[in-house]
DNA sequence: TTGCTGGCTTCTATAGGCAGAAGTCAGATC
DNA sequence: GATCTGACTTCTGCCTATAGAAGCCAGCAA
């Protein structure tokens, strides 16, 4: 580890799916309003007022969701309205739910004060709370302290 | 579910864990050096390097890092050297781990291009790979469809 | 005592993000 | 046709973030 530690520069970042997950999801905003999609949210006001930022931001990071594949555009229309366009998971977007309950859970234990939980997320078949755990192929679970990180081809900078 | 977004005008973000967690570690570059420090990186130099970003920028970074908790400054002192100041990984710093893997795992399934897995991340008793995976508190897996997300008593805005 | 090096801090200049208010637009209702 | 509403877009002005270059400081080595 210490050898190529010393052997490099720097990383090739560009490549880093961390870097790039960030890229798409890395501002308060845009996983605020994931959060508020995955509680249930569809509708720009409704995204305006939950998220707490102005209607020219929300009307830039919505597009940008839609355009990186997270949110998807779609035409509905109630009794006795016009069509309207809601905003509605994707696949993508809804596979950041591990990412989400992640940081929840960090954000639980480090960064709460006492007016209760804040978002609560429970398993549809048995109704139990859900956290992310780590775990390895062979099946173990794995604690945050028996994680080795190391750098991977697509990483160290090429050329 | 319904009738909790109707009656609610907005949500308290202030008191959402996952809002305070991304006013922490919420940017593209706190996320990188936190990986950084995840792969071993531990010095001011080799954390610009690595990051890619300005040593001013780095220089506050490490300032929020270290007043938040997740680092911490420690002196050191290598043979015939100065002492020196690194920057080491708190116990909140590295249970930040399932917030990255679960960051990775989505980027390299939605984000990544062919030149191999950015970061390499193994279970240090046998090897294997590891993932941030979700589980209920009766000990079942659950997939991302089968989470249940509503809003908690913290994040409904009290007044 | 004069480098030299790591680890910052200061300065400047520019680019981008955001709020708030106001304007636009489509189409259903009256 | 006039009005109304949701869903934006445009405009203005501020405020922050960042890069890049340069300067500063401590203290071991020569």
């Given amino acids: 580890m210490e050898d190529l530690r010393n052997d490099r520069d720097s990383w090739s970042n560009a490549n880093c799916s961390i870097a790039r997950a960030m890229d798409i999801v890395g501002s308060r905003s845009t996983i605020l309003i ?4 995955l509680l249930g949210t569809r509708r720009f006001d409704d995204f305006v007022r939950r998220v707490g930022i102005g209607e020219p931001a929300m009307a830039a990071r919505l597009k940008e969701l839609v355009g990186a594949g997270l949110l998807e555009r779609i035409p509905y229309r ?4 016009r069509t309207r366009h809601e905003y509605q998971l994707t696949a993508k977007g809804r596979e950041l739910v591990p990412v ?5 859970n960090w954000g639980d234990t480090w960064a709460t004060d006492d007016t209760g939980p804040p978002i609560l997320a429970t398993h549809h078949d048995c109704g139990q709370p859900v956290r992310a755990v780590l775990r390895c192929e062979a099946g173990h679970d794995v604690a945050d302290g028996d994680v080795d990180i190391i750098a991977g081809p697509g990483l160290i900078r090429q050329g």
Avoid: K, N
Wanted: no cysteine; charged share 30%; net charge neutral.
């Fill in 78 to 81: 109630e009794p006795g309205q």
């Fill in 34 to 37: 994931m959060r508020d999609a």
């Fill in 100 to 104: 989400i309950t992640a940081l929840r």
